[in-house]
């Protein structure tokens, strides 16, 4: 079965990293590749532009960089580099309850909540991986070392609607989907 693990920024990233290293490919959520310095990085998941100074370093092995269409004014700010790898998809933000979630799923579109949820849905809908680990995301508000911070949002909700949405996934597309973090059984 064909495996890919999602890298998010937690603080039992690194703790579980174990997992990815069993994944046949890596996907990151912003720059939590900084944890995998040996690995490509088959997609790297962005929703703010500013992440991308952060990445500069590593954009050698970041294949294909997602993200939802950026505005206007934020396309510009994106290097050359970034867009001639770029995927983009044209959703705005989406509720985080089952029913918006569903809706937005069966009606063909990204659930772009956030970057974990957006990217659980893109690699279901648009690749051939059967099962998705997702390590590092934790609920909490502390994050992996040497990470990026986005600020101070409402980690334990952001981690239920990626939770939320990797069981809808799951249903609809066929894929396993399990969790590694702070919370789950590190085995």
Not at 3 to 32: M, P, Q, T, V, W
Not at 35 to 52: A, G, H
Not at 164 to 178: D, F, L, P, S
């Amino acid at each position: 079965m064909k495996s890919i693990a999602l890298l998010a920024k937690g603080s039992s990233l690194e703790r579980l990293l174990e997992h990815a290293y069993r994944c046949d490919s890596i996907a990151s959520i912003n720059d939590a590749l900084r944890v995998v310095p040996d690995r490509r990085v088959e997609f790297c998941f962005f929703s703010d532009t500013e992440v991308l100074q952060h990445l500069e370093e590593m954009d050698d092995r970041i294949v294909t960089y997602v993200t939802r269409e950026p505005e206007h004014d934020n396309f510009a700010s994106i290097p050359v580099c970034v867009k001639s790898k770029l995927i983009t998809y044209s959703e705005r933000a989406c509720a985080g309850d089952i029913e918006s979630l569903q809706a937005r799923i069966l009606g063909g579109g990204i659930c772009a909540h956030s970057s974990t949820p957006a990217a659980i849905h893109w690699l279901c809908r648009n690749t051939d991986y059967r099962e998705i680990v997702v390590i590092g995301v934790d609920g909490g508000g502390a994050y992996a070392k040497n990470m990026w911070r986005l600020g101070d949002p409402d980690f334990f909700l952001w981690r239920t609607i990626a939770i939320r949405t990797a069981a809808i996934c799951e249903k609809v597309y066929g894929r396993t989907i399990r969790f590694k973090d702070a919370r789950s059984d590190p085995c």
